[in-house]
């Protein structure tokens, strides 16, 4: 046992000095070369730069194009075509922007690489060469940010009194729908009034909720502004409605809104995306809990007259549910004797 540690200690050690002496007639001739003596190796550095550039610039290409089909269609509201704008035109100049620096790093090496012909020149500062690229990007950026400001000032501006009012309500997990009825107002609501029957906790003391109709999808007629108030019960949920790039977070008891006006139809959409499956959806953008997943609701959009149609179709809240208001009376007594007793 001893011994055969002892020879192969033996043998580590000679393959040790082997390699050392191997390293140190590597160093020596590599001292006795000419320093200043470029190799051939500067060339091949010199072109891997600009053989670099074209690659990367061939794989952001293609990588572009394969995402592409995965875009979302043209945005089917009057606003999302204005932020689509936006994003592009911020795009265009910040893609202007990487292709002409990367031009420029890229090449550079290629053109100047060492020359013993050439010498470097020592070039330290320049004021006026710093106040130009500080002060080109900041103006850039101030008029981007500028003209977004602008439109989500529009975007976010009070409703018009003629939008038509749609409730969406977040829960764990679906989305609850109502709309207001004949009187085109919405009724009051209190989470205390949420039970079994009255998901959406609809206040009926209060005479505007009598006509109000909960729905099982979005329907909207095309042309027409909506104004979306939205609330949750439990947890922060995000009503997100991508074709209309509409994004807006429903939070427990702090309600939100936002206005848009749909300007294609489910089915002109349809033609367009050349796929007669094709559906709006509203989905829950935030991640809310294990059933997150499910909280997705179909958006129609349709003309007026078809909106009238499934509109004549729908049956108010309390009419679905004859015997509520029997229930709600003997609560109110309950809570009237309750208040009394104190
Ligand atoms: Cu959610």
Redesign the pocket.
């Known amino acids: 046992m001893t011994t055969a540690l002892l020879i192969a200690t033996g043998i580590i050690l000679i393959v040790a000095v082997l390699a050392l002496v191997y390293r140190i007639i590597n160093l020596v001739g590599i001292a006795k070369e000419d320093s200043n003596k470029v190799t051939f190796s500067n060339k091949i550095n010199g072109a891997l730069f600009p053989i670099l550039l074209v690659v990367g610039l061939g794989l952001i290409y293609w990588s572009y194009n394969d995402a592409s089909q995965y875009f979302l269609p043209e945005a089917a509201s009057i606003h999302g075509k204005e932020t689509d704008a936006l994003f592009n035109i911020t795009l265009g100049v910040v893609f202007a922007a990487f292709v002409v620096t990367h031009l420029l790093l890229f090449t550079f090496p290629f053109f100047f690489q060492y020359s013993e012909k050439r010498k470097a020149d020592f070039y330290p500062h320049n004021d006026k060469l710093e106040i130009a690229w500080t002060a080109v990007p900041a103006i850039v950026m101030a008029v981007l940010v500028i003209f977004g400001w602008r439109a989500w000032a529009d975007i976010t501006a009070p409703a018009s009194d003629s939008a038509l009012q749609v409730e969406l309500m ?1 829960k ?2 679906a989305w609850e729908i109502r709309y207001p009825g004949k009187d085109l107002k919405l009724g009051k609501y209190d989470v205390a009034n949420i039970d079994n029957t009255n998901s959406m906790g609809i206040d009926f003391d209060d005479v505007n909720a009598n006509d109000d109709f909960m729905a099982r999808e979005i329907v909207l007629p095309v042309g027409k502004e909506v104004e979306l108030k939205i609330r949750a019960i439990d ?1 922060i ?2 009503v997100f409605l991508p074709h209309f790039r509409v994004k807006m977070d ?1 939070v427990p008891g702090m309600p939100t809104r936002f206005k848009f006006t749909p300007s294609i139809t489910t089915s002109e959409m349809r033609t367009k995306t050349n796929n007669p499956k094709f559906n709006y959806e509203l989905a ?1 953008t ?1 991640v ?2 294990y059933g ?1 997943f499910g ?1 997705r609701r179909i958006v129609k959009i349709v003309s007026q007259a078809e909106y009238d149609e499934w509109l004549m179709k729908q049956k108010s809240w309390l009419e679905k549910n004859p015997d509520y208001m029997a229930t709600w009376e003997a609560k109110k007594a309950e809570k009237d004797a309750v208040a009394q007793a104190r």
């Open positions: 977040g764990q997990f947890v949920h995000s429903a829950c935030e809310c809990g997150h909280m």
